[in-house]
């Protein structure tokens, strides 16, 4: 995928995302995650840690707009590097779709159990 993009902002933050041109001085990121480098002093080796730039919980949709004035550079990751963010992106939309699923099962009983107490309530009453 040649618009998967690692952005390095003026701040030092690095955020891989899929990344879109969609005005003159922004740009449109998708599924964006910081990337943070971490060393593992015990066993000498390097951690890489990706995480959640947007707050996925809380919002509709998964992506942000930005303005070409706040990044420092924009560079390709790896295609290793690149799988691994695939998967991660893969994992949050199969989370979020979990969710909703079980929240719109929680709904669906909670209509069934009000309309068989209106049901019940309908019969008392006759």
Request: negative net charge; hydrophobic residues 35%.
């Amino acid at each position: 995928m040649d618009n998967i993009k690692i952005v390095r902002f003026k701040n030092g933050d690095d955020v891989i995302c899929t990344l879109s041109s969609i005005e003159e001085n922004s740009y449109l990121m998708e599924d964006p995650m910081t990337v943070s480098v971490h060393t593992d002093i015990k066993n000498n080796k390097q951690i890489l840690i990706l995480a959640h730039w947007l707050p996925v919980n809380i919002t509709k949709t998964n992506d942000a707009v930005i303005e070409k004035t706040d990044i420092m550079t924009i560079y390709s990751p790896s295609d290793d590097f690149e799988e691994y963010y695939m998967n991660n992106v893969k994992e949050t939309k199969e989370d979020k779709k979990a969710k909703e699923d079980i929240t719109e099962l929680f709904d669906d009983y909670d209509d069934i159990v009000e309309a068989m107490s209106e049901k019940e309530l309908q019969k008392n009453i006759h």
